[in-house]
Every structure is written in structure tokens, then in C-alpha cells.
């Protein structure tokens, strides 16, 4: 959402090339996590990040990367082990209610 | 262990007419439950949430929804449906003590016709 920012909205890869997603929030919030999305398919969960320098590997963490080294920013880094990395990117942050609000999603292709 | 399940993949209704979008849960314990929606190539936007207070909640843009316990349901509703509703909506599902895990359900893409 507005105090959510996701960078590139767009991003080409060539094969064997590593890639790294920006997430930056000025919300002020500790809890940060990074989805993907692929067609017809929901949501599923890469990384998460509960506090600075920690994180946690989600669902299907082989072949990604983060770090959290400020508060306001988890970077994601899709590597050349990453077999199928074409897909759209979430970045959200979690809500007092356990609520998620969201980035508006880096789309990744590789060519 | 929890689970989400939206009953339609594809919605379609008449501009001005009602929309219901089917969620079904399962859920070991109290859980929270969320509905998104998602225009192509956004990010997914909290409609509404229920976190145990008021059964019937509303929430953005005229949407409501009813926590049911018995039927483990959690609909999304609106009145009266308007062409800028067309989009994917998501129902998720959160257990109180599950820490992090969120489950999304597939989507349901609804489609408003004039």
C-alpha cells in the first residue's frame, strides 16, 4: 500500500543470472514477508522476516535469498538455482490483526 | 491444521445485481479470516477482516461478510455489484497461535457484465 515500495514493477532475466527484488516500507512495522504468485494459483510463501537480521524460510524458500539488515527494507534475490523464476512478487507487511498489506508486486520473467 | 477453500473459480453477474464469492475454512483453533481483492498486475488489497468480535463484518468499497462457526464459512457479499469490482478476491485464513502462517485460498475471478 502508500508506504510500501516495490522495485522494479518490471525486471528481465537471462538464464543463470541472479536478480535481487527491492521492498521498502517507512510504516514503521516489524514483520516483513515476501510471496509469490503464479497464474491461478493463490499466494505462496518464500521468506519472512520477524525483526531485523533475522528471517525464516516460508514454503518454497530453495532457490531464493533475502536479508534484513535495516527495519525498513528486505530485499529478495532470486538466484540462478531458482529452476522456474518466472512469476509475480509480493512484498507485505504484517498488521496488528495479523493482517497483511502489500507492495504492488514485482513481475519477474526470464527469458 | 488450517485450510481455505474458495468454492468458485469464476464469477460472473450483471452490474447492479448481488455478488456472493464462496470461502469455506478449517481450522483447528479460533482463526482469523481475511478477504483481497487483486486488480491485474496489483497487489492484493485487504477488503475486510474478522478477528473474533462481530460475526458480520464490513468492510471497503460496500463488501460485507458473515462468520458462520457452524457452516466454517466466511462469504464475501455486496448488494449491488459495480463494473470496477471486476478482479480476483482472495479469502485467507489465520489461526490465532499458527505465528506467521497465512493460508490464501486460489481465488475466485469475478466478472461484472453491463
Known amino acids: 500500500d502508500g508506504g510500501i515500495t516495490q522495485s522494479p514493477k518490471y525486471l528481465f532475466r537471462k538464464e543463470g543470472q541472479n536478480v535481487t527484488l527491492s521492498c521498502e516500507q517507512n510504516l514503521n512495522h516489524d514483520a516483513m514477508y515476501w510471496y509469490r504468485q503464479d497464474p491461478g494459483q493463490g499466494l505462496r510463501l518464500i521468506y519472512y522476516?520477524?525483526?531485523?537480521?533475522?528471517?525464516q524460510k516460508g514454503d518454497i524458500a530453495e532457490g531464493y535469498s533475502v536479508s534484513r539488515e535495516k527495519k525498513e527494507s528486505f530485499p529478495l534475490t532470486v538466484t540462478s538455482a531458482q529452476k522456474n523464476p518466472t512469476a509475480f512478487y509480493l512484498c507485505?507487511?504484517?498488521?496488528?490483526?495479523?493482517?497483511?498489506?502489500f507492495g504492488e508486486g514485482s513481475r519477474l520473467t526470464v527469458l | 491444521a488450517q485450510s481455505v477453500t474458495q468454492l468458485d473459480s469464476h464469477v460472473s453477474v450483471s452490474e447492479g445485481t448481488p455478488v456472493l464469492l464462496r470461502c469455506n475454512y478449517s481450522s483447528s483453533y479460533s482463526p482469523s479470516l481475511f478477504w483481497y481483492v487483486q486488480h491485474p498486475n496489483k497487489g492484493l488489497q485487504l477488503l475486510l477482516k474478522y478477528t473474533s468480535a462481530a460475526t458480520l463484518v464490513k468492510g471497503i468499497n460496500g463488501f460485507e461478510a458473515e462468520f458462520k462457526k457452524s457452516e466454517t464459512s466466511f462469504h464475501l457479499t455486496k448488494p449491488s455489484a459495480h463494473m470496477s469490482d471486476a478482479a480476483e478476491y482472495f479469502c485467507v485464513v489465520r489461526e490465532r497461535n499458527s505465528g506467521y502462517a497465512l493460508n490464501f485460498g486460489k481465488g475466485t475471478s469475478l466478472l461484472v457484465t453491463p
Open positions: 507485505a507487511l504484517r498488521g496488528d490483526a495479523g493482517e497483511l498489506f
Open positions: 522476516s520477524q525483526i531485523v537480521n533475522d528471517f
